[in-house]
């Protein structure tokens, strides 16, 4: 368990928080490049507890300022996309990307207002098709992040996104614990030979295989520069007495997490704090070899309850919440057909996550042996902050700067005995 005041360290993503200091650090999700047309209406992007608009300028640049605009608190979500940046419609003044007012129509000519006055922007950058923003100090900003997809055409790349009505460390200590995936998600994986889809007419009930049946994994940890990795091991169906079954999983700070995806394909998950309470769900699955046709795209969406106009509204706010019990079907359950009555592998976890309320009190838990990960997760992130506000030690992931673009996860037998470290490099794409 965590004491009280631990647990505000970890969760706590305020501009004047240790947490909210340490995530400044680091470039995070904003949206998605596509969310952003070229002299189209500025988007409005809750990160951090901030409120903000992204924007693409008409001639293609991209930038992130306050919402309110610095005369008298206007949206500039309702600003003109004009060359030299928002035309905010009140009374004319114009904001850059730059954090600089250069118009002010309405006052006096010769005034020299629009020099005093700031206001928060922070750099963008594009990355494959995510837009990624660093809101820290300009001149503390990190290397760029390119994880693997970046290097991939658009058509290669699925991504799915949720408003978890959540903070964002019990959303991600979810990817962080191995041993849930054999109860909550027991009626979409199960213990089979392969690793493959089976053909179910509901796709929402639709399976995956797993070599093992092992409801205990035993956990093992790796620290590494950019934050830790962790193998779940597992007793295989196939030949228990000559091989380990071996999950791994990478934590990449602060709100990234890879773990094995179906052979061709690669996976990872981000978890980017809206604000203390809330947090922006995006996974991630891409192709190397090949684009993902549409019929693909739609069964994952259905599969993981993430369909747009199905299982949430326009800005990806979900229609099963703490209200409907997450739509929650027990008569399903009577039948045998489910074990949670929540259809969706991610849908179950938004479920469960959310039924912890808002911050979960961890001061509350009993922590086991199938925690090492999440442990280590919060021992490594609390650390990162407590140790920058001290004396403002680089944070975890920045101090030696890993090759993001080579990070994978893997999966596969192990002869017993032998150490897994070894048999999976660290680097695996």
Request: aromatic share 8%.
């Amino acid at each position: 368990m965590l004491t009280a005041e631990k647990n505000d360290v970890l969760c706590r993503t305020g501009a004047n928080t240790p947490m909210g200091r340490l995530m400044r650090r680091y470039w995070l999700p904003v949206c998605l490049g596509s969310d952003l047309v070229a002299g189209g209406a500025p988007k409005r992007v809750r990160l951090l507890g901030e409120d903000l608009v992204a924007y693409r300028s008409p001639d293609g640049s991209i930038g992130l300022i306050e919402e309110a605009c610095p005369h008298r608190g206007v949206s500039l979500a309702l600003a003109r996309n004009e060359e030299c940046g928002l035309r905010c419609l009140y009374h004319g003044w114009v904001m850059n990307g730059d954090g600089q007012v250069v118009e002010t129509p309405a006052e006096p000519e010769g005034s020299r207002m629009k020099e005093r006055v700031r206001f928060s922007s922070y750099p963008l950058r594009e990355s494959g098709v995510f837009v990624f923003a660093c809101m820290g100090p300009r001149e503390l900003a990190p290397p760029p992040l390119d994880f693997e997809f970046a290097d991939l055409p658009a058509s290669h790349v699925l991504v799915m996104r949720s408003v978890e009505e959540c903070n964002w460390a019990q959303c991600i200590e979810g990817v962080l614990d191995s041993a849930h995936s054999n109860y909550l998600h027991s009626d979409g994986i199960k213990p089979k030979g392969g690793l493959a889809l089976t053909e179910e007419a509901d796709l929402k009930l639709a399976q995956f295989a797993r070599p093992s049946n092992d409801g205990a994994p035993r956990l093992e940890v790796e620290p590494q520069p950019y934050g830790f990795r962790y193998a779940a091991l597992r007793r295989p169906l196939k030949d228990p007495d000559v091989n380990t079954y071996v999950r791994i999983t990478l934590f990449v700070a602060p709100v990234y997490a890879i773990f094995p995806a179906p052979k061709g394909w690669a996976s990872m998950q981000m978890f980017v704090p809206i604000d203390d309470d809330r947090t922006m769900f995006y996974y991630v699955l891409w192709k190397r070899d090949a684009p993902i046709d549409d019929e693909t795209r739609e069964r994952y969406l259905i599969q993981h309850g993430m369909k747009v106009g199905v299982d949430m509204d326009e800005n990806f706010r979900k229609f099963g919440n703490r209200d409907n019990n997450w739509l929650q079907d027990r008569e399903l359950m009577q039948s045998g057909r489910s074990f949670s009555g929540i259809p969706g592998i991610n849908t179950e976890d938004f479920a469960v996550q959310e039924s912890m309320g808002r911050i979960v009190d961890r001061t509350r838990e009993h922590l086991g042996a199938s925690d090492l990960a999440v442990i280590h997760f919060r021992r490594t992130m609390i650390d990162a902050a407590e140790r920058l506000a001290r004396d403002g030690a680089n944070p975890v992931g920045l101090a030696s700067p890993a090759d993001y673009r080579k990070l994978a996860s893997g999966e596969g037998m192990a002869p017993i005995g032998e150490d897994w470290r070894r048999l999976f490099p660290t680097e695996l794409a």
